[in-house]
T-cell receptor, first 111, second 115 residues
Framework: QKEVEQNSGPLSVPEGAIASLNCTYS??????FFWYRQYSGKSPELIMF????GDKEDGRFTAQLNKASQYVSLLIRDSQPSDSATYLC???????????FGGGTRLMVKP | SAVISQKPSRDICQRGTSLTIQCQVD?????MFWYRQQPGQSLTLIAT?????????ESGFVIDKFPISRPNLTFSTLTVSNMSPEDSSIYLC????????????FGPGTRLLVL
């Protein structure tokens, strides 16, 4: 059973702070990793993907991948109240066929 | 990314009935996926639908309960059959992205309540 684990939260940070969201996965052969943002009542929206060890930056978002430790994280700099949402970590299996989602972390950014 | 639409956006149904959900994409895609998101939960893959072949169902999901059609490269349907209140969920279709990332993009979802 391939598993993707996230702390359900809520993670509460003040406006302007850095939010750090973490995800671990069980399938060591996984190659591609994704972060989705889901606002309440909406469908998931892709915000980042990463498939190489290290950091990948896109605006205020940085994805970090450590395959040896089997974790992937998402940093959100200068957090805004509009960042308040559930963040879903997703891992693509080695065959590139199936995307497994974590349970999501609810982020609350307080003004 | 592709533009994906779903119909209906929401519905309230009586137990024992069936509902067919449509997913339309504005470009041709090989793989389409159907997910279920139960209240307060994450996404669970129901099945993968490739055009011209039978859908591939994940553990816990069967064709008799969730029949899927994929008549062409831009359209798919998911039917929720003989519904019970436990089927109350958001049903999402997604399509594969282009390029190396092999990601998926989601439609807006269908919110189903079964009474």
């Amino acid at each position: 059973q391939k598993e993707v684990e996230q702390n359900s939260g809520p993670l509460s940070v003040p406006e302007g702070a850095i939010a750090s969201l973490n995800c671990t996965y069980s399938d060591r052969g996984s190659q591609s990793f994704f972060w989705y943002r889901q606002y309440s009542g909406k469908s998931p929206e892709l915000i980042m993907f990463i498939y190489s060890n290290g950091d990948k930056e896109d605006g205020r978002f940085t994805a970090q991948l450590n395959k040896a430790s089997q974790y992937v994280s998402l940093l959100i700099r200068d957090s805004q109240p509009s960042d308040s949402a559930t963040y879903l970590c997703a891992v693509l299996d080695n065959a590139g066929n199936m995307l497994t989602f974590g349970g999501g972390t609810r982020l609350m950014v307080k003004p | 990314s592709a533009v994906i639409s779903q119909k209906p956006s929401r519905d309230i149904c009586q137990r024992g009935t069936s509902l067919t959900i449509q997913c339309q994409v504005d470009s041709q895609v090989t793989m389409m996926f159907w997910y279920r998101q139960q209240p307060g939960q994450s996404l669970t893959l129901i099945a993968t639908a490739n055009q011209g072949s039978e859908a591939t169902y994940e553990s816990g999901f069967v064709i008799d309960k969730f029949p899927i059609s994929r008549p062409n490269l831009t359209f798919s349907t998911l039917t929720v059959s003989n519904m019970s209140p436990e089927d109350s969920s958001i049903y999402l279709c997604s399509v594969e992205g282009q390029g190396k990332a092999e990601t998926q993009y989601f439609g807006p979802g269908t919110r189903l309540l079964v009474l």
